[in-house]
């Protein structure tokens, strides 16, 4: 039978999230019932619950960077028990057929992968909720082992922020020897500093904010680079082997291309809902490569997990009472968090 479940929804664009229950669907033989324990707060919630990128479908639940311990499993589940510790990130399914899934990077599927929230389920058409909730359930196949070893609170934004700077990270090879530059120093730039170190890159950190310079040095950083001081800037032409750019908002990018070295590459995690104007000679006359990336399939997903079990690598996190949700929009709108907001599920109590 289903099982009603306590979440906080929005309920339009306009309104706060307030108190919403919903009826998670009966398991399939290869589903996994979760009870969730933390929930991360990512900027892309916000943008739809305030319906900011169009398309949003109300009432809406966000969440898609969940922690939480298997309660129930279906008849044909064979990868997870009750009682495992498990996460789930930005997709519940995809076509699971179509050249990208076969290859394992289902977040490229070329029908769409479902989102954990509003998302459109492929078996009944029904809206997906997310994980400011008691409770979810998924197929295993989208299902992730979480490590006991690090505190769960801090490993929930990995599903997001982790993975959305390890996948670029890793698909370049970044590894000992490379110079790799990190634009910005957010719930995502944070976390690229510190898997970039990991990975035994000489990491600079570039930021706007001189308040931000000690942060970065702590978390793996080497330099710390003030990108608006041009004699700075300049100090570091035609050195990166890699630029991973972290930043959503609009800003020059053509600053950044002249410090890569010849073929070196700069991919875009952010999206500005602004193009920017891209000069074409240090493009052309060095061959540098500009590039995006999109989180990770399920494979590259568990790898970073266990990558970063293995090299003690969490998320800084502020953990929060659910009631206090529409507070850390704002608070995030305004950059006021180091660096990601994470949910306690158990303070989710019926009204």
């Known amino acids: 039978m289903s099982i009603t479940s306590l979440s906080y929804a929005a309920p339009a664009a306009s309104a706060p999230l307030a108190p919403f229950t919903i009826n998670r669907r009966d398991l399939r033989p290869k589903d996994v019932s979760i009870d969730i324990l933390y ?4 900027h892309s919630d916000v943008h739809q619950a305030r319906d900011e990128w169009g398309g949003s479908k109300f ?34 399914d995809s076509c699971r057929s179509c050249a990208a899934c076969q290859e394992g990077v289902e977040q490229y599927c070329e029908k769409g ?16 909720y997310g994980g400011y909730s008691n409770h979810i359930v998924v197929d295993e196949a989208f299902v992730l082992r979480v490590s006991d070893k690090l505190p769960l609170d801090a490993v929930a934004p990995l599903l997001c922020a982790g993975i959305t700077t390890y996948s670029p990270l890793r698909f370049w090879k970044v590894g000992p020897g490379d110079k790799v530059g990190v634009v910005g120093l957010g719930g995502l730039g944070h976390m690229a500093v510190k898997i970039a170190n990991a990975m035994g890159a000489h990491v600079v950190l570039f930021t706007t904010s001189p308040s931000k310079v000690a942060d970065a040095i702590r978390l ?34 053509n600053a950044y291309m002249v410090l890569l070295k010849r073929e070196g590459t700069m991919t875009l995690v952010g999206v500005p809902d602004k193009p920017p104007t891209i000069e074409m000679a240090p493009l052309v006359f060095k061959r540098r490569h500009l590039a995006g990336s999109l ?20 998320s800084d996190v502020e953990v929060i009472d659910i009631k206090q949700i529409n507070e850390a929009y704002d608070r995030m709108v305004k950059s006021d968090v180091k660096y990601r907001f994470v949910i306690d599920l158990a303070t989710l109590k019926a009204a």
């Open 39 to 42: 929930c991360g707060v990512c």
């Open 59 to 92: 009432p809406l639940v966000p969440g898609h960077e969940i922690v939480g311990r298997i309660a129930a499993v279906g008849p044909d589940v064979k990868g997870f028990k009750v009682g495992d510790t498990v996460g789930v990130g930005c997709m519940v």
């Open 295 to 314: 989180i990770g399939g399920v494979a590259e997903t568990q790898e970073m997990l266990d990558f970063c079990a293995e090299h003690d690598i969490v």
């Open 220 to 253: 793996g950083a080497k330099e710390a680079v003030i990108s608006n001081d041009k004699k700075a800037m300049s100090a570091h032409a035609n050195s990166f082997d890699f630029i991973i750019d972290c930043v959503s908002a609009p800003h020059d990018l």
């Open 113 to 128: 992968f479902t989102g954990t929230y509003n998302g459109k389920d492929r078996h009944d058409g029904s809206t997906t």
